[in-house]
């Protein structure tokens, strides 16, 4: 499917993907694929059918679309190609419309993650830290083409395999989940650069590298954006803290969650002050850096400045990518600056390609002077 300079490739198969039959990509109406940092990410596609669609008398019977069944979409644009979902179908609906050209099919599916939460685990891992934990589970999916990459904690987690052994009793994706929710870390699939092939990423929100073309409004002919607003909520950061007990003695002592620079670096000159304090619970008996981590990971969870947005991708000329920064301009002192870009939702028709997208950060102002490129 092309729409005008950019051009869509679609992808299915079993375990290895190719290009869908022609009759497919030809039927292909509209796709929305959504894609958040920490999440799994989702899509779906509409397809066009008719009563003498090739889609009801060879495509459908032969099962490219039944649940399991993988999907990569991709957009190349300006000669680079963009992996927007590599996934698995979940849900097939037909819609039978009475009146010509009114009928189509529905496809929905999940990134590969959903293929990390379809069995219970059980088993042990002795003396093995939380990120090499994460490359083991990820690494059972090598054949999918997914390649782990764990970040070590910002604090040593090392378990004593004399006084503890981490034990997995959950499916991969829910213990992937509940390890990087302990450490502050966040787990999600970065799929490409290339079709049929993704990144496993464990690790801390990405705040640093090359941002994104920037994000213009309020400038008139320059602007790229046709909307974009933003909020501060004063009630997202919290601070956290526990008292623990010292050793066998009755004394105890006040703990405190660590500064959220230890394991993000800023994006704004003032973050916001944390109005509310908040108790870290269940931490009794466990080890001080575990305790420091979870405080750490609660308090970089909240992110007070908020934006969201709606582009043209043609006209931006770029596709938004999740889990890196992008700079504003033009929205004010307060609100310029470089983002974190959270989530961004694809909506691609034969005709348009928007994103809506999600911008967060922990405070007002830029922590730069000029916002490139």
């Known amino acids: 499917m092309t729409v005008h300079s950019l051009h869509l490739m679609l992808l299915v198969g079993d375990t290895v993907p190719s290009p869908a039959p022609a009759q497919?990509?030809?039927?292909?109406?509209?796709?929305?694929?959504?894609?958040?940092?920490?999440?799994?990410?989702?899509?779906?596609l509409t397809f066009a059918l008719s009563p003498r669609s090739p889609l009801h008398r060879a495509v459908l019977p032969?099962?490219?679309?039944?649940?399991?069944?993988?999907?990569?979409?991709?957009?190349?644009?300006?000669?680079?190609?963009?992996?927007?979902?590599?996934?698995?179908?979940?849900?097939?609906?037909?819609?039978?419309?009475?009146?010509p050209g009114a009928s189509y099919l529905v496809v929905t599916g999940e990134d590969l993650t959903t293929l990390m939460d379809l069995k219970h685990q059980r088993r042990a891992f002795p003396g093995l830290a939380p990120h090499l934990r994460a490359t083991v589970?990820?690494?059972?999916?090598?054949?999918?083409?997914?390649?782990?990459?764990?970040?070590?904690?910002?604090?040593?987690?090392?378990?004593?395999?004399?006084?503890?052994?981490?034990?997995?009793?959950?499916?991969?994706?829910?213990?992937?989940?509940?390890?990087?929710?302990?450490?502050?870390?966040?787990?999600?699939?970065?799929?490409?650069?290339a079709p049929g092939v993704s990144?496993?990423?464990?690790?801390?929100?990405?705040?640093?590298?090359?941002?994104?073309?920037?994000?213009?409004?309020?400038?008139?002919?320059?602007?790229?954006?046709?909307e974009l607003t933003f909020a501060l909520d004063g009630l997202a950061a919290s601070g956290y803290g526990t008292h623990r007990l010292e050793g066998s003695s009755a004394s105890s002592s006040e703990v405190t969650a660590p500064e959220p620079r230890?394991?993000?670096?800023?994006?704004?000159?003032?973050?916001?002050?944390?109005?509310?304090?908040?108790?870290?619970r269940g931490q009794t008996g466990?080890?001080?850096?575990?305790?420091?981590?979870?405080?750490?990971?609660?308090?970089?969870?909240?992110?007070?400045?908020?934006?969201?947005?709606?582009l043209d991708v043609l006209r931006y000329g770029h596709v938004l990518s999740p889990h890196g920064l992008v700079?504003?301009?033009?929205?004010?002192?307060?609100?310029?600056?470089?983002?974190?870009?959270?989530?961004?939702?694809?909506?691609?028709?034969?005709?348009?390609?928007?994103q809506h997208f999600t911008l967060v950060r922990e405070g007002l102002g830029a922590d730069i002077q000029v916002v490139t490129p």
């Open 62 to 99: 032969s099962g490219v679309l039944h649940p399991k069944k993988r999907v990569v979409v991709a957009v190349i644009l300006a000669g680079r190609c963009h992996v927007l979902v590599d996934g698995v179908v979940t849900r097939q609906e037909l819609h039978a419309g009475r009146a």
């Open 262 to 280: 230890l394991l993000r670096p800023g994006l704004a000159a003032s973050p916001a002050p944390a109005l509310r304090t908040g108790a870290l």
């Open 24 to 44: 497919l990509v030809d039927a292909l109406h509209a796709a929305r694929i959504t894609a958040a940092s920490g999440t799994t990410n989702g899509f779906q």
């Open 137 to 193: 589970v990820c690494a059972a999916y090598a054949q999918y083409g997914i390649t782990p990459r764990a970040v070590a904690p910002a604090l040593t987690d090392q378990p004593d395999p004399v006084a503890e052994i981490p034990v997995q009793s959950a499916t991969d994706l829910a213990y992937l989940r509940s390890m990087a929710a302990d450490v502050g870390h966040v787990f999600h699939l970065e799929p490409g650069p």
């Open 327 to 354: 700079g504003v301009r033009g929205a004010g002192q307060a609100y310029d600056g470089r983002y974190l870009v959270a989530a961004v939702t694809h909506d691609l028709t034969r005709d348009t390609y928007r």
């Open 286 to 310: 466990r080890p001080l850096p575990r305790t420091l981590l979870a405080g750490l990971g609660r308090t970089v969870a909240a992110e007070p400045v908020t934006g969201r947005g709606t």
């Open 199 to 226: 990144t496993a990423y464990w690790g801390p929100q990405k705040r640093a590298g090359t941002p994104q073309p920037a994000l213009t409004t309020g400038c008139g002919a320059a602007d790229n954006v046709e």
